[in-house]
């Protein structure tokens, strides 16, 4: 589907309903088998790229994001390689994307456990590789799409930005859970589907792993929204590596019911990071006693892809007939990104060259 639709109305006055929600994680689901990539040594990359000191006498504070001002994804092991730890704080991400689409609390905090989701399950991979999380219910919401890259960038967006309150798993309804995983260099991408079970994304997201991926993991993402400001927002991805010892899973479930109970609120883990907790803390506390050793730390930051080109590939795509009457009645095409909502405008002299370029067919006008 193209990120481009018709504008045919103004943006609505921007406002926020404050609503908490709730998440509860599901422990470790078994399952017999599961897939995983073998992990790269250490590497410290960012899409921005992150001011650390090489001089400290902790080893793990140069990772740590004091007062989680910028945004971050890090990702940890255990000594023994049997658990993956992956801990992000994105609430810049979220304010500016909640900006970009003038979005109400519900929407907001679809999109923010969406895009949390497509960056914990990105991470580690290949930086061209996307992976693509869209829901599609049958609520008022209208459906959620989040694209994450391995090199920590992400968009999206929802249906309907403007929402009264109403709890998540209202607004979402029931439908299905898509999962398209791709890379530029793949003849053909990943495509995984499952039914949408509750309504919160990542509980859902979490089932997606289980039953379609076969992943045996523990996976949870919340938004916290004060007045019209997203005042926290991540989440945490603990998976099971092959080969991993039944005690290291019993060490790890521990570690995760004092992390609920540190958190206090019901809402894991946004407490956790209003209280000044970093995703370092948070992945020491998840792999207490299991000799934590770090794997990769980034930025992850707000970026589309949608260019003029991309508009003018979109439009070739229709029948040119349906164009013509567009230029016909109107003289221009306007449209708008669904990702970003930058807004293009192309004359009718314009699209007619463009497409006489294109094609090689002798212009009409």
Not at 76 to 102: C, E, L
Not at 185 to 211: F, K, M, Q, S
Not at 283 to 311: F, H, N, W
Not at 336 to 353: A, D, M, N, P, T
Request: charged letters at 20%; one cysteine or more; glycine letters at 8%.
């Amino acid at each position: 589907m193209s990120p481009f639709s018709q504008l045919n109305r103004n943006w609505k006055t921007f406002m926020m309903y404050v609503v908490l929600t709730v998440y509860r994680p599901q422990l470790f689901q078994a399952r017999a088998a599961f897939s995983h990539k073998h992990v790269a040594p250490f590497r410290s990359r960012s899409a921005r790229a992150m001011g650390t000191s090489a001089e400290t006498t902790d080893p793990l504070e140069v990772y740590r994001n004091k007062n989680n001002n910028r945004d971050q994804i890090f990702s940890a092991i255990s000594g023994d390689g049997g658990i993956k730890v992956t801990v992000a704080t994105i609430r810049n991400v979220i304010n500016d994307a909640s900006m970009q689409h003038t979005m109400t609390f519900v929407p907001t905090d679809a999109l923010g456990r969406a895009m949390t989701c497509g960056l914990l399950m990105a991470n580690g991979m290949q930086e061209e590789q996307t992976v693509q999380i869209t829901m599609k219910g049958d609520g008022p919401l209208r459906g959620v799409v989040a694209i994450a890259t391995g090199s920590g960038t992400v968009r999206g967006y929802v249906g309907s930005p403007m929402l009264g309150e109403m709890s998540l798993p209202e607004a979402v309804g029931k439908g299905s859970v898509q999962v398209v995983k791709n890379h530029p260099d793949w003849p053909r991408p990943y495509n995984g589907i499952t039914a949408i079970r509750h309504g919160d994304i990542d509980r859902d997201v979490g089932i997606y792993l289980a039953e379609s991926e076969q992943r045996s993991c523990a996976l949870a993402a919340a938004v916290s929204v004060k007045g019209i400001l997203c005042t926290s927002a991540g989440g945490y991805l603990i998976e099971q590596l092959p080969g991993v010892e039944p005690d290291v899973v019993k060490q790890v479930e521990k570690n995760l019911a004092q992390l609920v109970e540190m958190d206090g609120t019901g809402n894991l883990p946004t407490g956790l990071l209003l209280q000044g907790q970093t995703p370092v803390d948070i992945a020491a506390t998840i792999l207490d006693g299991l000799d934590m050793k770090p794997l990769q730390q980034m930025e992850p930051v707000l970026v589309c892809q949608c260019t003029e080109d991309r508009l003018m590939r979109s439009l070739r795509l229709l029948p040119r007939e349906e164009v013509e009457d567009i230029l016909a009645k109107e003289q221009q095409i306007e449209a708008r990104c669904q990702f970003c909502g930058k807004v293009y405008r192309l004359g009718k002299e314009e699209i007619e060259e463009r497409l006489q370029n294109a094609t090689g067919e002798p212009s009409k006008s």
